[in-house]
């Protein structure tokens, strides 16, 4: 079983950077992709990006390119998301995940309890 732990969430205002942490636990090595997803109040889920566990491929979404950059310590199970230029349509929710494929939002099948993360204009 795999456990996954956000950090890092918390209010901003639109400009600002903040880094997301996600810690991973348990059968890390089961799962060969990680990644971020958010959700607005109200809206669909969105696939954020996400990383190869082992090899440096990695995949971001086209909302969020040119500010937001994913990286990992794969030796401390640790994920990151870098946040920069902050607006405020990304308030949301923010949820790590586990799956097969980095770049495939439907192999994501492990969650964390995700983080808030809320601009202000």
């Known amino acids: 079983q795999l456990q996954l732990v956000e950090s890092g969430g918390g209010l901003a205002q639109t400009g600002d950077s903040l880094r997301l942490s996600c810690a991973a636990s348990g059968r890390t090595s089961s799962y060969p992709a990680l990644g971020w997803f958010r959700q607005a109040s109200g809206k669909e889920r969105e696939f954020v990006g996400g990383?190869?566990?082992?090899?440096?491929?990695?995949f971001i979404a086209n909302s969020v390119k040119g500010r937001f950059t994913i990286s990992k310590d794969i030796p401390n199970n640790m994920l990151y998301l870098q946040m920069n230029n902050l607006k405020p349509e990304d308030t949301a929710v923010y949820y790590c995940?586990?799956?097969?494929?980095?770049?495939?939002?439907?192999?994501?099948?492990?969650w964390g309890q995700g983080t808030q993360v809320t601009v202000s204009s």
């Open positions: 990383i190869a566990r082992r090899y440096n491929n990695s």
């Open positions: 995940a586990a799956g097969n494929t980095y770049y495939r939002e439907s192999s994501f099948d492990v």
